[in-house]
T-cell receptor
Framework: GESVGLHLPTLSVQEGDNSIINCAYS??????FIWYKQESGKGPQFIID?????DKRQGQRVTVLLNKTVKHLSLQIAATQPGDSAVYFC???????????FGTGTQLKVEL | DAGVIQSPRHEVTEMGQEVTLRCKPI?????LFWYRQTMMRGLELLIY????????DSGMPEDRFSAKMPNASFSTLKIQPSEPRDSAVYFC???????????FGPGTRLLVL
């Protein structure tokens, strides 16, 4: 029979363009957020994190923006490369412990 | 530095058999997490430990699943008896402390026939 799985939103970008991946989180009490990258056949890999007392944080080619007013998180990747092709997950820590809640993920496809 | 180590990387077993998955967290990390990832349900937290003590096991599907952490450098996730619906990728992750980045292992791909 036909298999049914999570429908991952897909973002297709041209190599060299900037990518923006968005994430809406649910809990206004969340105080810590992480972006992970997962390549096929591998475990999630840490990209960048941000705490709720900040609204922007930059890394190498990546920037995370946090808008607590609308509970929105975004990951910006500059000059997207073929190696950036992967599924990207946002995760939030809802406070009171180590528990992370992961989003469903966004598939990023980089076209040559 | 060695990351989180998981074994085996792949496991194929028959329904009804016992399966044991193993994890070695990053040295110095005092929190350990077990996740399951499937196409249907995405990435789900099964259980996590702080300082070797289970803190939250609300994600453990049922009594067939059990997890232990006998010391700071080793944890097991056991499924007994296994069922085909347990087929998934099981990830172990560790972090330095509360509200810190979790680092994932490569996963164990489990197929129960």
């Amino acid at each position: 029979g036909e298999s049914v799985g999570l429908h991952l939103p897909t973002l297709s970008v041209q190599e060299g363009d900037n990518s923006i991946i968005n994430c809406a989180y649910s809990n206004s009490a969340s105080d810590y957020f992480i972006w992970y990258k997962q390549e096929s056949g591998k475990g999630p890999q840490f990209i960048i994190d941000i705490r709720s007392n900040m609204d922007k944080r930059q890394g190498q080619r990546v920037t995370v923006l946090l808008n607590k007013t609308v509970k929105h998180l975004s990951l910006q990747i500059a000059a997207t490369q073929p190696g950036d092709s992967a599924v990207y997950f946002c995760a939030e820590n809802t406070g009171g412990g180590n528990k992370l809640t992961f989003g469903t993920g966004t598939q990023l496809k980089v076209e040559l | 530095d060695a990351g989180v180590i998981q074994s085996p990387r792949h496991e194929v077993t028959e329904m009804g058999q016992e399966v044991t998955l193993r994890c070695k967290p990053i040295s110095g990390h005092n929190s350990l997490f077990w996740y399951r990832q499937t196409m249907m349900r995405g990435l789900e937290l099964l259980i996590y430990f702080n300082n070797n003590v289970p803190i939250d096991d609300s994600g453990m599907p049922e009594d067939r699943f059990s997890a232990k952490m006998p010391n700071a450098s080793f944890s097991t996730l056991k499924i007994q008896p296994s069922e085909p619906r347990d087929s998934a990728v099981y990830f172990c992750a560790s972090s330095r402390g509360t509200v810190e980045t979790q680092y994932f292992g490569p996963g164990t791909r489990l197929l129960v026939l």
